[in-house]
């Protein structure tokens, strides 16, 4: 990711961008990424399959988006994850131009040009903002990690490889086989 000159930049600024601009706002950064290479939708969508799925025979009326999706958290944070959750219950509070406020559950998969901030900076605003879940796949060595939130911190409640299952715990009976979001 490319870091624009400016030193620091607000939601106000990160208005005046282009519709699908290439940025994300993280920590009054304007941070730009250039797009994912094909890996990387392949398990974006693998994803979008398996969560709409779930939320059909759950009869679950939260809401699944995928990036370009902007979530503000505050002033100098507006994400774009990958894939976001809201539940039912929080849907209109949280909904309006863009996502305003925390989402229940984000993916992040990560790239070369994503990690640094997915791992860190992010996942710290995530946490700090009450994500209630958040999964962390890694397509390199195809694994993935799931933090929940307890006591305003994330912990890590599992990590599973290629062939293995990643069972959500904010959403009972989500699971994701691994060899199949990653083949």
């Known amino acids: 990711m490319l870091t624009a000159e400016k030193k ?12 699908g601009a290439p940025f994300q706002l993280i920590n009054f ?9 094909p890996l990387h939708q392949f398990i974006l969508i693998n994803l979008c399959v398996r969560i709409k799925e779930y939320l059909s025979s759950a009869q679950n009326e939260g809401v699944l988006l995928v990036a370009p999706m902007d979530v503000e958290l505050d002033e ?19 909904i309006k131009d ?8 984000i993916i992040e998969i990560l790239s070369p040009s994503t990690a640094y901030y997915d ?11 009450g994500v209630q879940e958040y999964i962390i796949v890694d397509p390199i060595p195809q694994d993935a990690e799931l933090y929940v939130l307890e006591n305003d911190r994330f912990v890590l409640r599992q990590k599973a490889s290629k062939h293995e299952v990643l069972n959500s715990v904010l959403l009972p009976g989500l699971d994701f086989e691994l060899s199949k979001i990653f083949g």
């Open 76 to 94: 100098g944070n507006i994400f774009q994850p990958d894939l976001l959750y809201i539940s039912g219950d929080r849907k209109a509070n949280l």
């Open 8 to 19: 620091k930049y607000t939601d106000k600024d990160y208005a005046l961008l282009d519709e």
């Open 119 to 129: 791992l860190r900076q992010k996942k710290d605003i995530y946490e700090k903002y």
């Open 29 to 37: 950064d304007l941070i730009m990424s250039p797009s994912p290479v």
């Open 98 to 105: 863009r996502i305003e406020g925390a989402p229940d559950l």
